[in-house]
């Protein structure tokens, strides 16, 4: 996966340079590229308190594998401050961005129209039958709409769209799910849920001190 990690800082290449998504800061760094010339290469800087993905990686989770062409299927895209430094990572590839608010899907919109990489889905995540047609088979999923039945609907989308030997990320958010219960309990719940339906639990990462009470699951899953 194309992120450069440095003294408890995570940045992205920026796709479309001097173009900030959400304030966020850019950096130029002198570089050699192939051929032995040096050439500068923008960075924005991927702020863990703001995507999940970022806190899971600086926290450690390190067997998540995303290259440069593949086609991800993002669910709960929000705004898309996340989506787009996937969307640096896969520069030639696709995210299908996948969001059930109008309003939040109006700057994906806009942000898609910069990074052509991006496709805007307003559409509700528990019923992927609705862009069947839309999405074709992916290499990743990842899942972030901090929803009870967020575990079924991550489940129920790779069934529809996971190529096989695919990976894929679900960010549990315990207090969406029960916030009576400790969130312990909920993450070994969720756990069991996904080893019931036969994934395998290749990394789990908590997320703290960047969000309280979450847990970053990395799973496989063989058909
Ligand atoms: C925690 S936010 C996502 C933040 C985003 N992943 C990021 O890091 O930039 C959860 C998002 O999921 C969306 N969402 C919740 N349930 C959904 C559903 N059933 N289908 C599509 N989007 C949903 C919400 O509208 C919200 O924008």
Not at 197 to 210: A, D, S
Request: hydrophobic share 35%; net charge positive.
């Amino acid at each position: 996966m194309d992120v450069y990690i440095k003294e408890e800082q995570i940045a992205t290449k920026n796709l479309v340079p001097t173009v900030k998504v959400y304030g966020e800061k850019l950096i130029t760094e002198k570089e050699i590229v192939e051929g032995g010339n040096e050439e500068k290469i923008e960075y924005r800087i991927w702020n863990p308190h703001r995507s999940k993905l970022a806190a899971a990686l600086l926290n450690g989770l390190s067997k998540a594998k995303i290259e440069d062409n593949y086609k991800i299927l993002y669910l709960g895209a929000s705004t898309g401050t996340t989506v787009s430094h996937i969307s640096d990572i896969v520069k030639k590839g696709l995210v299908y961005a996948v969001e059930f608010s109008p309003v939040s899907m109006r700057k994906l919109t806009r942000l898609s129209e910069n990074r052509t990489n991006i496709a805007p889905i307003l559409s509700d995540a528990t019923k992927p039958k609705q862009y069947l047609n839309l999405v074709e088979k992916v290499d990743f999923i990842y899942c972030d709409v901090a929803q009870p039945n967020q575990s079924e609907l991550f489940m129920n989308n790779i069934d529809f769209f996971l190529k096989k030997d695919g990976q894929s990320i679900i960010m549990i958010k315990s207090r969406s799910i029960d916030v009576n219960q400790k969130p312990q309990k909920i993450f070994k719940q969720e756990e069991k849920k996904l080893k019931e339906h036969g994934f395998q639990i290749i990394e789990k990462v908590k997320l703290e001190p960047y969000e309280k009470d979450h847990i970053c699951f990395l799973v496989e899953k063989s058909f």
